[in-house]
């Protein structure tokens, strides 16, 4: 079984710019979560999604956004950026959530210039 | 909130060598789970505890559930080259939501030297 994959891999942005990163979920996994990744702050949760719908959100500003589609696969936006949103950007997928095992990709590279 | 606090924050030693890290929390958790992550990957889940005084082992891993249910403690026998990583703790994230979503230590470096 194929495992979560994010792409791209590595992103250079600009101040100001905006960006999305895509995740697919591992196949009949229905729960993706989204997490930042960075030396001082470490591993943080942005948001999770079910069934196309953002079930659970973390402390983030609303810059930060996402979606799932019908498949499963989701999306997250980030909006005027800034230096401090370079980050490692990781996906989680999971059955259903709620305790399941999470399942991470290998995570998206994001710079801000 | 719910802060885990990991250490030691890095660790070098030699192959051959136990390993022990442990990670604490003001507050009660009902799940400790251990992860490691390789430079470029995403972590990989390696143990997960369920209940307060449960020992569990995966092959030459060994994590405890603390009995406070306020930490818990990874051990690693013998090492090897690979074992050279991140280590991380998790915990789920409680509030109302019936969502689900974890916090993590700040991580343990791990460098093994042949």
């Known amino acids: 079984k194929a495992g979560v994959t994010q792409t791209p891999r590595y992103l250079i942005k600009t101040r100001g710019q905006q960006v999305t990163l895509s995740c697919s979920p591992i196949?009949?996994?229905?729960?993706v979560s989204w997490y930042q990744q960075t030396p001082g702050q470490g591993l943080q949760f942005l948001f999770e999604?079910?069934?196309?719908?953002?079930?659970n959100k973390g402390n983030f500003p609303g810059r930060f956004s996402g979606r799932q589609f019908s498949n499963s696969r989701s999306e997250m936006n980030v909006s005027t950026l800034e230096l401090g949103d370079s980050a490692l950007y990781l996906c989680a997928s999971s059955l259903a959530g709620r305790g399941d095992t999470q399942y991470f990709g290998p995570g998206t590279r994001l710079t801000v210039l | 909130g719910q802060q885990l606090n990991q250490s030691p924050q890095s660790m070098f030693i030699q192959e051959g060598e136990d390993v022990s890290m442990n990670c604490t929390s003001s507050s009660i958790f009902n799940t400790w789970l251990w992860y490691k992550q390789d430079p470029g990957e995403g972590p990989v889940l390696l143990i997960a505890l369920y209940k307060a005084g449960e020992l569990t082992s995966n092959g030459r891993l060994t994590a405890q559930f603390g009995i406070t249910r306020k930490d818990s403690f990874l051990n690693i026998s013998a090492s090897i080259p690979s074992d050279v990583g991140i280590y991380f703790c998790a915990g789920p994230i409680t509030n109302s939501n019936s969502g689900y979503a974890l916090n993590f230590g700040k991580g343990t470096s791990l460098l093994v030297t042949p």
């Open positions: 999604y079910f069934s196309e719908t953002q079930r």
């Open positions: 196949s009949g996994h229905r729960s």
